[in-house]
């Protein structure tokens, strides 16, 4: 999976997830959750979160893990993928 560009320049990121299966340590899916400039992060986690872990463990039909990373994480393109024992992100495989 390659990443791609973020959000609107109007909203702010305040967390951005790899989901990925934990058999193979493919990268399936990135998440960022992104806020504008008059909301509550706290609130928006709060709402969101489960039903959205739990849609797109649906959608992909199979179970899924992922671990949170950093937007500067992402920068620089290529695939990526995860290593499941380490639970960090691998650039390039």
Same mark, same amino acid.
């Given at each position: 999976?390659?990443?791609?560009?973020?959000?609107?320049?109007?909203?702010r990121i305040v967390e951005t997830?790899?989901?990925?299966?934990?058999?193979?340590?493919?990268?399936?899916?990135?998440?960022? &959750?992104?806020? !504008?400039?008059?909301?509550?992060? @706290?609130? %928006?986690? =709060?709402?969101?979160?489960?039903?959205?872990?739990?849609?797109?463990?649906?959608?992909?039909?199979?179970?899924?893990?992922?671990?949170?990373v950093q937007e500067s994480d &992402?920068?620089? !393109?290529?695939?990526?993928?995860? @290593?499941? %024992?380490? =639970?960090?992100?691998?650039?390039?495989?």
């Open positions: 999976m390659e990443p791609r560009a973020t959000p609107d320049p109007g909203l997830r790899v989901y990925f299966d934990p058999a193979s340590g493919e990268a399936v899916h990135i998440h960022r &959750l992104a806020v !504008g400039p008059d909301q509550d992060p @706290d609130d %928006r986690l =709060r709402r969101g979160t489960d039903a959205f872990d739990r849609w797109l463990r649906a959608q992909h039909d199979r179970e899924l893990d992922f671990i949170h &992402l920068l620089g !393109g290529g695939p990526i993928s995860v @290593d499941t %024992r380490a =639970r960090t992100l691998l650039r390039g495989h």
